[in-house]
């Protein structure tokens, strides 16, 4: 069921959107990278094959209208993964959640600001993995990387060269990440089938996650 929804939290208003399954495996919260919304064309075609496969999803603008004028407001990583943690104790909240694993999926500064968030999170939150679409997760910094303890995915496309390195930077500061690379995908997987890899890549990832941690609370 699709809805939206109006995250009003610490005097902050965020429209977004969310689409629950029956008895879903997890929940997904998606962190758009810059210039982006949560109308991302990209971001909710992922999110749909992530609904088809039994996940719920969570896609919401990190900005205001006002806030997104200023462009360096897009790369405050502090910021976004603030509005990040926002999203998600508005979740916890949500008549719609019933205590199902948590995964951020991030794209772009997006990845930073997802595993920022995570390096700071409470321990009540069942964050469970974050996953990174032709992410920036060195934006994170070295200190928040290596704090994490949970399982990261890397994702890049073979072609996009500059984004390999960085993620190879973050990659040697997490204590379980993993990279994978899209064989002749560009930085946005525009190519004919890149996108779908993407998402195959994703529920494999989440089934082994999932898989790992039966204990946590929520039907999986």
């Given at each position: 069921m699709f809805k939206e929804i109006i995250i009003d939290q610490e005097d902050i208003t965020l429209k977004g959107h969310i689409t629950t399954t029956s008895n879903p495996r997890s929940w997904v919260i998606f962190a758009h990278g810059s210039g982006s919304s949560r109308?991302?064309?990209?971001?909710?075609?992922?999110?749909?094959?992530?609904?088809?496969?039994?996940?719920?999803?969570?896609?919401?603008?990190?900005?205001?209208?006002?806030?997104?004028?200023?462009?360096?407001?897009?790369?405050?990583?502090?910021?976004?993964?603030?509005?990040?943690?926002?999203a998600t104790e508005w979740l916890l909240s949500s008549p719609d959640y019933h205590g199902e694993p948590i995964v951020y999926f991030g794209a772009s500064t997006g990845?930073?600001?997802?595993?920022?968030?995570?390096?700071?999170?409470?321990?009540?939150?069942?964050?469970?993995?974050?996953?990174s679409r032709g992410g920036r997760p060195d934006l994170a910094g070295a200190g928040a990387?290596?704090?994490?303890?949970?399982?990261?995915?890397?994702?890049?496309?073979?072609?996009?060269?500059?984004?390999?390195?960085?993620?190879?930077?973050?990659?040697?500061?997490l204590q379980n990440g993993r990279?994978?690379?899209?064989?002749?995908?560009?930085?946005?997987?525009?190519?004919?089938?890149?996108?779908?890899e993407v998402v195959e890549l994703c529920t494999n990832w989440l089934d082994e996650q999932l898989s790992l941690n039966s204990n946590v609370s929520g039907t999986i």
């Amino acid at each position: 069921m699709f809805k939206e929804i109006i995250i009003d939290q610490e005097d902050i208003t965020l429209k977004g959107h969310i689409t629950t399954t029956s008895n879903p495996r997890s929940w997904v919260i998606f962190a758009h990278g810059s210039g982006s919304s949560r109308k991302s064309s990209r971001n909710n075609w992922v999110a749909t094959e992530l609904n088809n496969r039994g996940h719920a999803t969570l896609l919401f603008d990190l900005l205001t209208p006002e806030e997104d004028l200023d462009y360096q407001n897009r790369f405050d990583i502090p910021l976004l993964a603030e509005r990040l943690k926002i999203a998600t104790e508005w979740l916890l909240s949500s008549p719609d959640y019933h205590g199902e694993p948590i995964v951020y999926f991030g794209a772009s500064t997006g990845a930073g600001a997802a595993l920022l968030a995570t390096s700071d999170l409470s321990e009540r939150i069942p964050l469970i993995s974050v996953i990174s679409r032709g992410g920036r997760p060195d934006l994170a910094g070295a200190g928040a990387l290596q704090k994490i303890a949970i399982p990261v995915l890397l994702i890049v496309g073979s072609l996009d060269e500059e984004v390999i390195t960085l993620n190879e930077m973050a990659l040697a500061q997490l204590q379980n990440g993993r990279l994978e690379l899209v064989e002749g995908a560009t930085h946005l997987f525009e190519e004919a089938g890149k996108l779908g890899e993407v998402v195959e890549l994703c529920t494999n990832w989440l089934d082994e996650q999932l898989s790992l941690n039966s204990n946590v609370s929520g039907t999986i």
